[in-house]
């Protein structure tokens, strides 16, 4: 039964991304349609074509390799300065100049004398923006809709005054993972005789109100003395305690320490349903957690490197789709959880990957969509500058002379993808 609900989770994560995928290039398809631009191609995955349909002028269907997707919008490279494009061009012998030949030649073979009003590069510079982050923006979009169906519809986990466990010795944040010896000294809540299943309602003769409101009191109390009420089998009680210091990890930055009270109690997790704003409050933390994780890629290849040869792998590291299916899989098993559980695992993750494609996506290099959108802007730019001062129109970006720039961005990424696949099939990412 385990391993038919672990190939489960991954059918449905896989088909998850494949759809993902599809809303992101519909996020192109869509406003490109609408600005009058001809698009003849839409498909899911690379390589070879697996199976397809044609609809009108657009040929829909999936290719072999399922690494991405694809449309073709006709006419995305102008042609060069002082080129006409219906005559042959001048043979150029410089390796970058021939390369955006090369390919504005390929692109000219798709385009008819019917199609010159549809190109993409004709468009106002606004038009090709709303283009290219029509894409991304679908994944933003994806990723907030499921998170609002996790916590408004599910709930999240929100801690309570409830007592969960007592600690039964004081280690600091810095020690985090072993286990108690003599030498470490009792806490305050073991000392107090405090019990899991306590719930925590006064301190120092104050109601709290939640658990974060606690533990601002009790981390703020440092060495002093405290009464602490609580109710347990329905009977109110108190006791007096006094809080110790200890090292413990900054509220507002994680990976520092602070020396605060500590009393050596942690609180019980209840499902509580959440608000739009707290969707929103998530969202904006995984943004900014999934621009320092890009910024930080390039380092952390060189442990998935490491991994590959046989080192340890980092559990937070990047992973592939292999990795992220393997990990999907684990989701829907480790722990036997129920399947509303399952379920909200599934979905958390498809959006944390949808996150991840949205906002890599906005990075400015070609070929990713940010390079195109950057493009765009640079155009919008220059020829408003030149409306200013009253000169010549610069004309359209020629975003064929990056190209070089693209091919090796490409050829990194791919670089990136075989080693990421390699070390999540020989050395994967465990939850267990």
């Known amino acids: 039964m385990t391993a038919l609900v672990y190939a489960l989770g991954v059918l449905i994560f896989v088909i998850g991304v494949a ?6 290039e519909c996020g192109h398809m869509i406003p490109a349609r609408r600005f009058g631009v001809k ?11 697996v199976w397809s349909f044609r609809r009108g002028e657009t040929e829909y269907g999936l290719k ?24 042959l061009r001048s043979t150029s012998t410089g390796l970058f100049s021939q390369l955006a030949a090369d390919a504005r030649d390929a692109e000219r073979e798709h385009i008819g004398p019917e199609d010159e009003g549809r190109l993409f590069y004709t468009r106002p510079w606004w038009q090709k923006v709303i283009v290219m982050a029509g894409g991304p923006v679908v994944n933003l979009a994806i990723a907030f809709v499921l998170f609002a169906i996790v916590f ?27 286990t108690c010896t003599s030498a470490d000294p009792e806490t305050p809540a073991k000392k107090a005789g405090l019990q899991p ?9 104050e109601p709290v109100d939640g658990w974060d409101e606690l533990s601002e009191r009790i981390r703020a109390n440092g060495s002093g003395e405290a009464t602490i009420g609580y109710e347990r089998d329905g009977q109110a009680r108190t006791v007096d305690i006094e809080t110790t210091v200890l090292a413990r990890a900054d509220l507002d930055d ?9 009393l050596g109690v942690s609180p019980t997790l209840e499902k509580e349903r959440q608000g739009p704003v707290y969707v929103l409050d998530v969202m904006g933390d995984s943004i900014a957690g999934t621009v320092h994780a890009i910024i930080d890629l390039p380092q952390r290849m060189v442990g998935v490197v490491k991994a590959a ?37 599934l979905m958390t993750l498809l959006a944390s990957v949808n996150l991840f494609l949205g906002m890599f996506n906005f990075v400015p290099l070609l070929p990713l969509d940010g390079g195109h959108i950057a493009g765009a802007l640079y155009e919008a730019v220059r020829r408003g500058f030149a409306r200013l001062f009253r000169r010549p129109d610069p004309g359209y970006v020629d975003v064929a002379k990056m ?10 990424l791919m670089i990136m993808s075989v080693i990421l696949i390699y070390a999540d099939i020989v050395n994967p990412v465990s939850l267990t």
């Open 19 to 24: 759809v993902s995928i599809a809303l992101h």
């Open 39 to 49: 698009v003849t191609q839409f498909f899911v995955g690379f390589g070879s074509t």
């Open 64 to 87: 072999a390799i399922p690494l991405g997707g694809y449309v073709k919008l006709v006419g995305m490279l102008p042609p060069g300065k002082g080129e006409d494009p219906h005559e």
């Open 152 to 178: 408004m519809g599910f709930g999240a986990n929100e801690p309570t005054t409830t007592v969960n466990t007592v600690s039964a010795c004081a280690i600091p944040d810095t020690e985090a993972g072993r």
């Open 197 to 205: 299943g306590d719930v925590i309602t006064t301190f120092d003769g």
């Open 254 to 262: 994680p990976d520092k320490t602070v020396e605060v009270g500590f």
């Open 309 to 345: 040869l046989g080192a340890e792998r980092e559990d937070d590291g990047p992973v592939s789709v292999v990795g992220a299916g393997r990990v999907a899989g684990e989701l829907v098993t480790y722990d036997d959880p129920s399947w509303a559980d399952r379920a909200v695992r």
């Open 403 to 412: 190209l070089p720039v693209a091919y090796a961005v490409g050829a990194v």
